[in-house]
Nanobody, 115 residues
């Protein structure tokens, strides 16, 4: 089993920044990829960004140029740097990780952006 714990959420003003962290622990034999999804009230969960063990990254069009994903270092942690935040970025952000072919989810962290 692998546990994912998110941190760094909170309240920010429009135009501000937040940095999310996701720490993986447990029976980790191989990290395939990690990433972030988000879910706003009344909306479906959507992909925000992913990073593979090889360092390849993908981003949702809505966050390209504003968000940056990094990590997967020896500490099994991924980061999401969020800049130029907009009120529409308000959501619960969930960390997702694929380890040895098995996918795990974190419990989520709330991000609220005020206008």
């Amino acid at each position: 089993q692998v546990q994912l714990v998110e941190s760094g959420g909170g309240l920010a003003q429009a135009g501000g920044s937040l940095r999310l962290s996701c720490a993986a622990s447990g029976s980790i034999f191989r990290i395939d990829a990690m990433g972030w999804y988000r879910q706003a009230p009344g909306k479906q969960r959507e992909l925000v960004a992913t990073i593979t063990s090889g360092g390849s990254t993908t981003y949702a069009d809505s966050v390209k140029g504003r968000f940056s994903i990094s990590g997967l270092n020896a500490k099994n942690t991924a980061f999401l740097q969020m800049n130029s935040l907009k009120p529409e970025d308000t959501a619960v952000y969930y960390c997702i990780g694929k380890f040895g072919g098995v996918t795990y989810w974190g419990r989520g962290t709330q991000v609220t952006v005020s206008s």
